[in-house]
């Protein structure tokens, strides 16, 4: 099975407010981690990442955190507009396995007028 | 810039014919993976290509094959279709050194 998983498959969210969207890995050898939207019929476009040496990073209105005791990443999108409705995918990577990214299933985040 | 392209967008397929599926990675980018996504499904590792060299293999038959070019372009390979294949195969490329892939809008294949 994959040890990348998301908790919940649909997150709606009104418009202005902020989104989080939670993500549980399960080897506790990835180093890299990284967030991707994906838009119908398009392919994933990259948000943020972030290694293992770090906790959180932030881009312009996406914040990811990284706790690596229990395993676990979350996105966070300031003020969501209708325009980050899509399909998120957080992805790892296994430390020594090039580029190998593993992903998870999915969530997707409607944001409602 | 351009970003990764593959071509064709769309295709078609009838069971146990072969289909050949291009990539053309972001301009100085010398990596290029393969990722299969079937519906409703997160995408899942196919093969990483690097200085035309393969360097990693997800868990896919030997049906699928690979290779990457002088121009670091690359194709992907597929025998003997089975209805289980048809899926949007996306192509992500990186730059040597840096871990972030980015990705092509993919080709959806159809097999009946």
């Known amino acids: 099975g994959e040890s990348v998983g998301l908790h919940l498959p649909t997150l709606s969210v009104q418009e202005g407010d902020n989104s989080i969207i939670n993500c549980a890995y399960s080897?506790?050898?990835?180093?890299?981690f990284i967030w991707y939207k994906q838009e119908s019929g398009k392919g994933p476009q990259f948000i943020i990442d972030?290694?293992?040496?770090?906790d959180k990073r932030q881009g312009q209105r996406v914040t990811v955190l990284l706790n690596k005791t229990v395993k676990h990443l979350s996105l966070q999108i300031a003020a969501t507009q209708p325009g980050d409705s899509a399909v998120y995918f957080c992805?790892?990577?296994?430390?020594?396995?090039?580029?190998?990214?593993?992903f998870g299933s999915g969530t997707q985040l409607t944001v409602l007028p | 810039d351009a970003g990764v392209t593959q071509s064709p967008t769309h295709l078609i397929k009838t069971r146990g014919q072969h289909v050949t599926l291009r990539c053309s990675p972001i301009?100085?980018?010398?990596?290029v993976s393969w990722y299969q996504q079937v519906l409703g499904q997160g995408p899942q590792f196919i093969f990483q290509?690097?200085?035309?060299?393969?360097?990693g293999r997800g868990n896919f038959p030997d049906r699928f094959s690979a290779r990457q070019f002088p121009n670091y372009s690359s194709e992907l390979n597929v025998n003997a279709l089975l209805l289980g294949d048809s899926a949007l195969y996306l192509c992500?490329?990186?730059?040597?050194?840096?871990?972030?892939?980015?990705f092509g809008p993919g080709t959806r294949l159809l097999v009946l």
């Open positions: 992500a490329s990186s730059f040597a050194g840096q871990e972030t892939q980015y």
């Open positions: 080897n506790s050898a990835s180093d890299y």
């Open positions: 972030i290694r293992s040496n770090m």
């Open positions: 992805a790892e990577r296994f430390s020594g396995s090039a580029r190998q990214l593993t």
């Open positions: 301009s100085g980018h010398k990596s």
């Open positions: 290509y690097y200085e035309k060299e393969e360097r």
